[in-house]
């Protein structure tokens, strides 16, 4: 919520009371992805060096600060600084959740806690937008946007604080689990890729998975679906107002695709294990491109407003995508590094897509749109062919099986997915 509240700032009055231009509207946006992609990486590796509930509580904590200090700001100078300061400090937090779950769940088990953990993005919605109109609408001496940042902020500073008390750090120190279901978690977690807390992250395992040409094609993929996700996150409630809307009503109505998502992510928790994921990918991708052609292309404003709605029908591809990405990685340090360069890569879009968003396009945001289409595309193919190189190298893999007993365990474990005895999920 404190990310995307900015969108039911810009039309519940912080565009006319700051005076803000369109290239200031658009930066106030953007900045947040600063420091927010360029610190990913290195937070990742923060988090190998520090306990998880101390990293992800402290991030917590800071940002939700910088949320409530945005009420304060006079100009949008200050609004951009304090933008950034929350990209900075929200930077460790996703990148670093996908790198945290597979500390305590097997390959089999990552996708649908994976998928269980990105519902509380539709979820900020059904619970963010309508939050956010009734604020707006509370008569007091602050303006209407002021009083989103403040309250929401102050939310999240509650749960910053509470989740100290609640994290865990490892399931070797985890005092929820009894001695023998410790034992058991631990011996399944080994047998399957080894224990996090032992892992060891070098700088030539840092180098060597950000040039794996897999890494691009996963980060292509990302940004073909995160642009979608970043443009209904922030400009929801723009794209309402374009349709004929008032402010209010415009933020209540981005409930409806954050509803939706939501019963679309607990679905896929569902999808039988038979349909290989990238199918599913392409699939909601294909999907989503379906609707956003129609937001760009159809006139009428019942028609843009049901494909708006249908949108969050595509919701679970995000998760999905993700969890294909970490469990075809063979191993949790590789892992770190290419969820962090991965999940920056794709939140790129939000430093590019405020500019195709500001009152300088509106109503009709076709160039937006078009973007998002075109990246879209994009990504579908190179996740077909990555696919298909999948299925081509376990059947090579199958029939050619090579000898590695000459390496140490160590030694093995630093060769990840090209590991002769790894198959790729497809």
């Given at each position: ?72 700001a ?34 089999e ?13 539709p ?15 509370i ?65 030539k ?13 996963y ?51 569902f ?32 028609i ?20 294909w ?10 892992r ?27 109503p ?11 990246c ?7 996740i ?43």
């Amino acid at each position: 919520m404190d990310r995307a509240n900015v969108g039911a700032a810009l039309v519940n009055g912080m565009i006319r009371t700051m005076k803000l231009t369109p290239t200031e509207q658009a930066l106030i946006t953007s900045m947040f992805y600063l420091f927010y992609i360029t610190l990913e990486l290195p937070a990742n590796v923060l988090l190998k060096k520090l306990k998880p509930r101390v990293w992800f509580c402290t991030l917590a904590i800071c940002w939700s600060i910088t949320c409530m200090l945005q009420a304060l700001a006079k100009s949008a100078l200050v609004m951009i600084i304090l933008r950034t300061l929350l990209g900075a400090f929200d930077a460790g937090f996703s990148p670093g959740i996908i790198a945290y779950l597979p500390y305590w769940y097997t390959r089999e088990e990552i996708g649908s806690r994976m998928s269980i953990f990105f519902a509380s993005l539709p979820l900020s919605g059904i619970i963010g937008s309508p939050l956010a109109a009734a604020l707006v609408s509370i008569k007091s001496n602050l303006h209407p946007f002021q009083m989103i940042f403040l309250v929401e902020g102050g939310i999240t500073l509650i749960c910053g604080i509470v989740a100290i008390f609640l994290i865990q750090d490892y399931p070797e120190t985890c005092t929820m689990l009894t001695n023998e279901e410790r034992a058991v978690l631990l011996k399944k977690l080994s047998a399957d890729q080894g224990l996090a807390s032992k892992t060891t992250l070098n700088f030539k395992t840092i180098i060597n998975s950000m040039l794996d040409w897999k890494t691009v094609v996963y980060c292509m993929g990302s940004l073909g679906i995160a642009n979608g996700l970043i443009t209904y996150g922030y400009f929801g409630p723009t794209l309402m107002v374009s349709l004929g809307y008032s402010g209010v009503n415009a933020t209540y109505l981005t409930i409806l695709p954050s509803a939706l998502g939501v019963v679309a992510i607990i679905g896929s928790i569902f999808i039988p294990k038979r349909i290989p994921m990238y199918v599913v990918i392409v699939s909601m991708m294909l999907i989503a491109t379906t609707f956003g052609t129609i937001m760009a292309f159809a006139k009428g404003k019942t028609i843009r407003l049901i494909a708006f709605t249908l949108g969050g029908f595509t919701n679970p591809a995000f998760p999905i995508f993700l969890s294909w990405m970490s469990i075809n990685q063979g191993g949790i340090g590789k892992r770190l590094v290419v969820s962090a360069v991965c999940f920056a890569f794709g939140n790129a879009a939000g430093a590019v897509v405020p500019f195709m968003f500001t009152t300088k396009y509106s109503p009709s945001y076709t160039i937006g749109f078009v973007y998002n289409i075109a990246c879209g595309v994009i990504g579908m193919v190179l996740i077909f062919f990555m696919a298909q190189y999948f299925k081509s190298e376990n059947a090579r893999r199958d029939k050619s099986p090579v000898d590695i007993t000459h390496l140490s365990e160590d030694e093995q474990m630093l060769l990840y997915d090209a590991h002769p005895n790894f198959r790729y999920t497809l």
